[in-house]
């Protein structure tokens, strides 16, 4: 019932006594427990139909979302192959190394070889 703790709901009771008397009270009461529950049925259709209302959009929303997250991973795996490729070109063309010089990639030159000192 809100922030009504006993002791205002006391005092609500005992100012209903008062003005109702003994006799209406319970008829009063009868009234305002269906005024009450009657909120109640009401507040709790309406608070139904507006997720019911919420739900249509938010599954377009998030099949949306899962189309577009997919087509990212997507091009995320299409580009980290295209620099794998390109990186494993770079790296076989330096591993070819110079067929004039001799050098096999090791940075040394061809008079290395020649001298013996490998």
Do not use: C, H, W, Y
Request: no cysteine.
């Amino acid at each position: 019932m809100g922030n009504l703790g006993g002791p205002e709901i006391l005092v609500i009771f005992f100012v209903a006594l008062i003005v109702l008397g003994p006799n209406k009270l319970p008829d009063a009461a009868r009234q305002v427990g269906k005024a009450m529950a009657e909120i109640r049925r009401v507040s709790g259709g309406f608070q139904r139909e507006m997720r019911e209302a919420m739900q249509e959009p938010l599954k377009e929303v998030e099949s949306d979302f899962m189309v577009r997250s997919e087509e990212l991973r997507a091009k995320k795996r299409a580009e980290a192959a295209a620099q794998d490729q390109a990186g494993d070109a770079v790296a076989g063309d330096a591993g070819a190394g110079d067929a004039a010089t001799g050098d096999a990639g090791t940075g040394e030159t061809g008079q290395a070889e020649a001298d013996g000192d490998l």
